[in-house]
């Protein structure tokens, strides 16, 4: 069976510091990935996707960036945090055809 | 581009009881899939239930069902026998497939509580 591993859970960085997330999956070969945000209390906000190594599809330009260095793995970067990233990060895959998504477990990211 | 709209941002049922959250969507494309999401207080995203655009048949999973009208473009989510679990933020979401990446478009959410 397909699993999805995010880490870390929770993460508290200072202003300026870098941010690295990593989500990985198991069980499954290309999957697509994405990473969403979620503020507190709100809907989902998509950030990048990617269909297939070193393919990156960015929705809303910001502050963070995504790398897929291997096929299961999806990176979440940033070289200098805002206060306004803090946030849920939820990271998610699914497969061929019109699977639905499946999500990781969440970071949930302070930045102070 | 799509969007998916749920108009309550809050409700409350009692347990056992009935209830129904809505949620409408805006679209031009006829191929599309419509799917509910849970998200409990550990912040997991659990999909709930899922509805292909082109069965006219409504989606059944257990104590939870939709109410699927295409032609008014409302996808609405009803849960019977509210369970304490049953307390989570919903999210209804829509998916097209005119590209490899599949997107899908999330609505606000509504908070559900259900009541002992």
């Known amino acids: 069976s397909q699993t999805i591993h995010q880490w870390p859970a929770t993460l508290v960085q200072p202003v300026g510091s870098p941010l690295s997330l990593e989500c990985t999956v198991e069980g499954t070969s290309n999957p697509n990935l994405y990473w969403y945000r979620q503020a507190a209390g709100r809907g989902l906000q998509l950030l990048f996707y990617?269909?297939?190594?070193?393919?990156i599809s960015s929705e809303v330009p910001q502050n963070l960036s995504a790398s897929r260095p291997q096929d299961r793995q999806f990176i979440l970067s940033s070289k200098k945090l805002l206060l306004s990233d803090s946030g849920f990060y939820l990271c998610?895959?699914?497969?061929?055809?019109?699977?639905?998504?499946?999500f990781g477990n969440g970071t949930r990211l302070t930045v102070t | 581009a799509q969007t998916v709209t749920q108009s309550q941002p809050e409700m409350s049922v009692q347990e056992a009881e009935t209830v129904t959250l809505s949620c409408t969507y805006d679209t031009s494309e006829n191929n599309y899939y419509l799917f509910w999401y849970k998200q409990p207080p550990s912040r997991q995203m659990i999909l709930v239930i899922r509805q292909e655009a082109y069965k006219q048949q409504n989606a059944t999973e257990n104590r939870f069902s939709v109410n699927f009208q295409k032609a008014a473009k409302s996808f609405s989510l009803k849960i019977s026998d509210s369970q304490l679990g049953d307390t989570a933020m919903y999210f209804c979401a829509f998916m097209i497939t005119i590209n490899a990446g599949n997107m899908l478009t999330f609505g606000g959410g509504t908070r559900l509580m259900v009541k002992p």
């Open positions: 998610a895959w699914r497969g061929a055809g019109n699977s639905p998504l499946h």
């Open positions: 990617s269909v297939g190594i070193g393919q």
